[in-house]
């Protein structure tokens, strides 16, 4: 059983930046692939960015490309999303996910554990 907790959230000015953190806890984190999704009132849940179990590679949407960054510390059990130059789509409540089987860029679908959530809001 993986628990996810994600913190980090809030409201920022559109151009601004915040990091989002999720801590893991209830297995070895490092065998885990973990990700970021995010869900916009009305809209599926939808791929951020992704990173394979010892960090070397990363994934992204096109949509935030550039300007976001997904890193792990494997010593800390916790997952990073640094998200820079904030635009007002990029509101939504952000989830942190792991993968207990898939290694690499996983689907949506590859991804057993979930968090609770950190909401995002950005101001035009």
């Known amino acids: 059983q993986v628990q996810l907790v994600e913190s980090g959230g809030g409201l920022v000015q559109a151009g601004g930046s915040l990091r989002l953190s999720c801590a893991a806890s209830g297995r070895t984190f490092s065998r885990d692939a973990m990700g970021w999704f995010r869900q916009a009132p009305g809209k599926e849940r939808e791929f951020v960015a992704g990173?394979?179990?010892?960090?070397?590679?990363?994934y992204y949407a096109d949509s935030v490309k550039g300007r976001f960054t997904i890193s792990r510390d494997n010593a800390k059990n916790t997952v990073y999303l640094q998200m820079n130059s904030l635009k007002p789509e990029d509101t939504a409540i952000y989830y942190c996910?792991?993968?207990?089987?898939?290694?690499?860029?996983?689907?949506?679908?590859?991804?057993?554990?979930w968090g609770q959530g950190t909401q995002v809001t950005v101001s035009s």
């Open positions: 990173v394979r179990r010892s960090g070397t590679s990363t």
């Open positions: 996910a792991a993968s207990t089987y898939c290694s690499g860029s996983c689907s949506k679908n590859e991804y057993d554990y």
